[in-house]
């Protein structure tokens, strides 16, 4: 009873108020008595929608810049795109999470530093940098490889003591079950 009583209410409470229709008209007749001012021109359709257009263009076209700073190996040190390769392969080293990902990743960097070294060359440029670069690059590599063969050391560590626990508990159940064995007969 108490909902019919709350659905009646809120009918009514709607049928007191002006309609959309009487709202509509009432609108358009104040836009006409009311003086209009000229918006400024950063104000119009046209500038926003333009505005709209040029974000979407160099978004797209900075996807394939990226793209491209990225797997060329003609993007080096001395040129404007090398920051763009730059902050793309530490967000890919970011993500690279085991030791065996952080390994790969890290010869391939240090594959397309040779590249870069070798596209230099032809350009006559200072490789200095270059070299430190990929040394440092190496040793990274061998801390890597060293930590990778710690934790397989480890792990193998363990499971030969889990191996001689289960050998040992199998031979101490065969032993149990001989004497049980004996004891019936």
């Known amino acids: 009873m108490k909902l019919k009583i709350f659905y009646n209410l809120w009918k009514a409470r709607r049928s007191f108020g002006p309609s959309f229709l009487f709202k509509s008209d009432l609108w358009r007749e104040l836009e006409k008595s009311l003086p209009r001012e000229k918006p400024f021109w950063y104000q119009q359709v046209w500038f926003r929608w333009s505005v709209v257009g040029a974000a979407c263009f160099l978004v797209v076209s ?18 404007p795109l090398y920051v763009v390769k730059q902050v793309i392969e530490k967000l890919e080293e970011i993500t690279k999470v085991s030791p065996v990902a952080k390994e790969e990743f890290l010869r391939k960097v240090i594959s397309r530093r040779e590249a870069e070294k070798k596209v230099m060359e032809k350009r006559g440029h200072a490789l200095k940098k270059v070299e430190e670069r990929i040394n440092k690059l190496e040793d990274r590599l061998k801390i890597e490889k060293k930590q990778l063969n710690n934790k397989r050391d480890n792990i193998l560590e363990k499971n030969e003591v889990e191996d001689k626990k289960s050998e040992k508990s199998a ?7 001989e004497d049980s064995g004996r004891d019936k007969k």
């Not at 031979?171 to 079950?177: A, R």
């Open 62 to 79: 900075g996807f394939g810049t990226g793209v491209y700073a990225y797997n060329s190996p003609e993007v080096t040190e001395n040129t």
């Open 171 to 177: 031979l101490d159940h065969e032993k149990k079950s």
